[in-house]
């Protein structure tokens, strides 16, 4: 089983992403669960989306405690909530921001992960460069694929386009496509080390 | 030739020969529907018994037999199901207290959408399952636009629990918790609801009162409301006997004096606007009503009820301006129903 | 074939209650349930649906007495609330059940306020369990679904109103696979609505009417061996069911690897998912754990409960919601099923006003269990110490100010100051 958690902030489409990571992994035929962890309606608080996806169907109905992999869609959650909570050193961490992993204070964070494991990606600049809003969440999905391999982008990809119709889609998608390349660019690289980590 | 004089004229007595059939009392056909039929547990002289018969026969005239009533909790229904016995003649449902208005939205619906919109809906309850306790069902019934006839049989009070205060119980009255004593003359003035008037803000097709007394204008007004579809509400005074402290064989009379003396007035609306206001006939001070019932009698105790007295006149008088009840004049020489309104919040002066 | 979706609960409850064929909807938006009524109300306007009345209500009392209305008069109906709103109904609720009123209604359960909580347990169907209605559990999205088809079925055949309970958020909110039945499995299973008795010109009847001391306990009673039926006729529905759409769901009870268990936990709803993967790691670890499920908590499924547990020797009742001064409600029901049987029951509080039913928690519990230090009525990750200072605050008269509040200040959620 292999376990996500999104963390951001109500508006930004965490839960969505969940849900559209559930989406493409049913798509590959394997069983997923995607729910929130979130109060009422409201733009701007802290919200916390599951995602699990196995061979096998899933029965656990507690939120994830134990992450593989971490999105943050918002790094002003970062020294607010415990959004590493649980995660082992293998673990994945992507994050939405244009600053290196150190400007964001997070350097003990590498100290203990490995590094082509941590990627730090302008997902909101790539979203408003396609859907004119900061909307992340459909590039922070191609970032993950690029990171994880946890599905495949044309998976991704069918699964924006089921859950948004028409022009809102292909924006998504075309999003997801540019954070996938960018991701994969810099974790050849060697992830952290050069162009947007360090 | 002496000249004859009709004092009863605009109501038909039962079995006017001189009457086209067609004008005549739903009463006068044998073949009446007789909805609540005899044999029911109403006290004697109970206006609401009267009322709802002339009401719900000519509801049934009007929808060829084809009528589904839903009932409120209350004397009317409680009198007329003592299990394993019905009184009723037409499908009837009783529910609860306060939703007897959602009830026949529910009805309405379910035929709405089994095609058989031929069968009309009845709501029906007393003061206090309208005015008070289901008034939050009745204003969603109203606001929706639901197909539905909803007959407010008013005797002022909660009769069937023994005759406690209602928002429809007007001021001065004594009811088991508004004793007269001193400092307290009954119950309180400056409260209490208008549903007409909450009805008519609503703007719904069709709102009128009536009273027992004049039971064909009561049967006119089922008729006109059953020519309409949406929401539509009568309120019928129904004088109570016990409740009220008046003679059995005096509730017609009773009903009568709420009327002429101005304290009920009996008018029709479509769309949020009085459209007829029937008239006084032979204007009579609030003291003659007052008179008839035991719920007043603390005003003629002593020699203290005179100003309680002259302030009921007062909204008797102001009735009578507000509505034209005197002139049955209404429209352009009517004054504007917000301005009348504006000035009742004032209270009295 | 079915196509399984990969759906969000809410929508999956919708389209399955749609293909129900219910003539009238009424429904007042209540979190978290009101994803099933705005997928319905689209589902209506847009003549998917068709003929149904989709009314919207002033409240949930009214969405109950439009139900009873519109069911009094032959018209399947349905409705779905939540908490504060299945306790504003109630006085409805028995009158439905008391009238016979074949209603399916779906509850999204949540937590009942004082203080307000929008999250998952059970206290509203639990503070309504002995309203006549028949009550049943979901453990998945999947069941959610297939028990409202069933539900339909058993109410019209038994003249009784069904309520499906289905955690709120955690089920309701949920995207996982599930297979919605299709249009002509569900009108093959379920025949139109033919009522016993209806308001009707043709045939007046009168309903409702006041019954005295000589004939009310037999009325009452006809409840009773109402739902007596309902324990026979729901393991009937739900083996059609299996036959014609090819899974398991629903029916009385559900028991996991409770063969040879020396201790199973009963629960009712999602958290049975949890339970099994706790099971599997338990008996890993060489523990003989099971887990069971209970279905149908209205009627009480006493003859199957005594047969999954008489061998068992202990039981620990995890439950979503408790009795105010005394402790566990399904406990209760349970120790009745088992009375005259040698087993100890121990009560587990858990999940309250949506606190998560961990793993890890549960089998630190267990541990305590294994070790006989488990109290009779245990509050799963119930922070005494906090509880006791709030208590101590608000001794000697003092004014000790709102409790919420101090305990939230404590937990550093709520700032102390300026910020």
């Known amino acids: 089983m292999f376990e996500v958690r999104f963390h951001g902030r109500g508006g930004q489409g965490a839960v969505t992403a969940a849900e559209l990571l559930a989406l493409a992994a049913f798509d590959e035929g394997l069983q997923a669960q995607a729910f929130p962890s979130f109060g009422s309606e409201r733009m701007g608080a802290p919200v916390a989306a599951f995602c699990r996806i196995d061979e096998t169907p899933i029965r656990r109905r507690e939120p994830v405690a134990a992450p593989d992999a971490v999105v943050i869609q918002d790094p002003t959650l970062l020294h607010h909530v415990e959004v590493f909570g649980g995660l082992a050193a293998e673990g994945y961490v992507l994050i939405n921001t244009s600053r290196s992993v150190r400007e964001l204070g997070l350097g003990e964070l590498l100290e203990r992960h490995t590094h082509n494991r941590v990627l730090t990606l302008p997902a909101g600049e790539l979203a408003r460069a396609r859907l004119g809003r900061p909307i992340p969440n459909a590039a922070l999905l191609g970032a993950l694929v690029a990171l994880t391999g946890l599905v495949s982008l044309s998976s991704l990809e069918r699964a924006i386009r089921e859950r948004f119709s028409g022009s809102a889609g292909e924006a998504n998608v075309l999003a997801a496509r540019d954070a996938q390349l960018l991701a994969s660019t810099r974790l050849v690289r060697g992830g952290l080390g050069v162009g947007g980590g360090g | 030739m002496s000249e004859v004089r009709y004092y009863q004229t605009g109501t038909f007595a039962s079995g006017n020969r001189l009457l086209a059939d067609e004008a005549a009392s739903a009463q006068a056909d044998p073949g009446r529907a007789n909805a609540i039929t005899k044999g029911h547990r109403a006290c004697q002289g109970c206006g609401e018994a009267l009322g709802a018969r002339y009401a719900l026969d000519a509801a049934l005239a009007a929808a060829g037999g084809r009528v589904i009533a839903a009932n409120a909790t209350g004397c009317l229904e409680v009198f007329s199901t003592p299990f394993p016995e019905s009184s009723w003649r037409l499908p009837w449902i009783h529910s609860l207290f306060a939703n007897a208005p959602a009830v026949a939205t529910g009805i309405a619906a379910a035929l709405r959408a089994q095609g058989r919109t031929d069968i009309r809906v009845v709501g029906q309850g007393g003061d206090g399952g309208t005015v008070d306790i289901g008034l939050a069902c009745l204003s969603g019934m109203f606001e929706r636009g639901d197909d539905v006839l909803y007959l407010c049989y008013d005797n002022e009070a909660y009769m069937n629990t023994g005759v406690q205060r209602s928002a429809a119980t007007p001021p001065a009255a004594r009811t088991a918790t508004t004793e007269p004593l001193p400092g307290h003359p009954g119950n309180a003035f400056g409260q209490g609801k208008n549903l007409p008037l909450i009805a008519m803000a609503h703007e719904i097709p069709y709102v009128a009162t009536a009273t027992v007394a004049e039971l064909r204008d009561l049967e006119r007004k089922v008729e006109r409301a059953m020519e309409l579809h949406g929401p539509r509400y009568i309120h019928v005074l129904v004088p109570c006997p016990l409740g009220w402290g008046s003679e059995p064989r005096e509730t017609i009379e009773v009903a009568r004096l709420a009327k002429e003396t101005g304290l009920f007035p009996v008018f029709e609306a479509e769309g949020g606007e009085v459209t007829g206001v029937s008239p006084i006939r032979r204007l009579r001070p609030v003291e003659d009503y007052l008179r008839r019932q035991r719920r007043y009698a603390h005003l003629f105790a002593d020699g203290t009820g005179a100003e309680t007295i002259a302030r009921l006149q007062r909204t008797a008088d102001r009735n009578i301006e507000r509505f034209g009840l005197l002139d049955g004049e209404h429209g352009s020489q009517r004054r504007p129903l917000l301005e009348v309104l504006a000035e009742a919040d004032r209270g009295p002066q | ?419």
């Not at chain 3, 998917?48 to 009094?72: H, W």
């Not at chain 3, 016979?100 to 206290?123: E, F, K, Q, Y």
């Not at chain 3, 949506?354 to 245990?378: C, F, K």
């Open chain 3, 1 to 419: 074939m079915a196509v399984a979706s990969q759906l969000e609960g809410s929508l999956a409850v919708a389209r399955t209650v749609a293909r129900c064929r219910p003539q009238v909807i009424c429904a007042y938006p209540i979190t978290p349930q009101t994803h099933i009524v705005e997928a319905l109300s689209r589902i209506v306007a847009s003549g998917e649906l068709a003929p149904c009345e989709f009314v919207n209500v002033e409240s949930e009392f009214a969405a109950m007495s439009v139900a009873i209305g519109a069911s009094a008069t032959g018209a399947r109906a349905y409705t779905a609330t939540a908490s504060q709103g299945l306790l504003y109904m109630a006085e409805a609720l028995f009158n439905a059940s008391g009238l016979g009123l074949p209603i399916v209604m779906t509850v999204a359960n949540r937590a009942i306020g004082a203080p307000i909580n929008i999250w998952n347990d059970h206290s509203d169907a639990m503070a309504l369990r002995d309203c006549g209605w028949v009550q049943l559990y979901a453990t998945s999205n999947q069941e959610a679904a297939d028990m409202h088809v069933q539900a339909f079925r058993l109410a019209e055949r038994c003249s009784l109103p069904v309520m499906v309970c289905m955690d709120g958020f955690v089920l309701t909110h949920a995207v996982e696979p599930v297979e919605l039945p299709e249009q002509e499995p569900v009108d093959a299973y379920l025949p139109p609505f033919r009522p016993r008795q209806v308001l009707d010109p043709e045939d007046p009847v009168t309903m409702g009417a006041l019954v005295g001391p000589e004939a009310y306990t037999e009325v009452r009673y006809l409840a009773h061996a109402k739902q007596g039926e309902a324990l026979d006729e729901i393991p009937v529905l739900a083996t059609d069911f299996a036959a014609r759409f090819g899974r398991a769901s629903g029916g009385l009870i559900e028991t996991y690897r409770c063969e040879g268990a020396d201790t199973v936990i009963v629960a009712l709803g999602s958290v049975f998912g949890t339970l099994q993967e706790l099971v599997d790691e338990r008996r890993a670890q060489g523990a003989r754990l099971g887990a069971l499920a209970i279905k149908s908590f209205r009627p009480f499924p006493v003859g199957e409960l005594r047969a999954a547990l008489s061998s068992t020797r202990g039981v620990i009742v995890l439950e979503r919601a408790f009795s105010v001064g005394v402790g566990g409600i399904v406990t209760g029901d349970v120790r009745a099923a088992l009375a005259g049987v040698d087993v100890d029951t121990a009560t587990v509080i858990a999940g309250l006003g949506g606190r998560a039913i961990t793993r890890s928690s549960l089998h630190a519990m267990l541990d305590r269990h294994e070790q006989g230090a488990l109290q009779p009525v245990h509050f799963l990750d119930l922070d005494i110490d906090l509880v006791e200072r709030e208590l101590a605050r608000h001794r000697d008269g003092e004014r000790g100010g709102p409790h919420a509040e101090n305990i939230l200040r404590e937990l550093g959620i709520v700032a102390a100051g300026p910020v």
